[in-house]
């Protein structure tokens, strides 16, 4: 992910109808971040993905149901692809839902009405030997007793 090496930290916005990113807060929220997730491990990472929506524009197109149905689809598929790509790049991944969102919408100055569905911690996980490419964190599933943040491990994909 060579975009990730060439920006200078801060919160950058995402334009969806240009395709440009711009700069909306020019300092490092990384701990900002982890501290809305209450997750520590959240703020090892190189830079966080946050998607988030405005359920009033979506409701005011689509009706109040479709239009937050709409918004939580369009979320999910991003962030999956979000997922593969930083796993088919060897970078080490995870999604959070669990954060505060008016701290987290504080902390990178979304504007009003814009609200935060899910984090994506990406690249340098959490122990001695963080900043290796896919050797750090990754999302499981709480059920079966599987953390979140823990410890990944390469599995070849088959192509």
Known sequence: MPLLQTLSPGVWWYRSATHELSAL?????????ADACGQPWVGDASAHLVVAAVPEREAAQYGPER???????EAGAAVENVLLLATACGVA????????????????????????????????????????????MVHKRASGGAE????????????
């Open 25 to 33: 807060v020019p300092a490092d929220m990384r701990a900002a971040v």
């Open 67 to 73: 239009g937050t149905r709409y918004a939580l689809m």
């Open 93 to 136: 991944s995870a999604w959070v839902g669990a954060f505060d969102d008016g701290a987290l919408a504080s902390a990178l100055s979304l504007p009003q009405g814009m609200r935060p569905l899910t984090v994506i911690p990406i690249g340098r996980g959490t122990g001695a030997e963080g900043g290796t490419a896919g050797a750090g």
């Open 148 to 159: 979140v943040g823990a410890k990944a491990r390469r599995i070849p994909v088959q192509g």
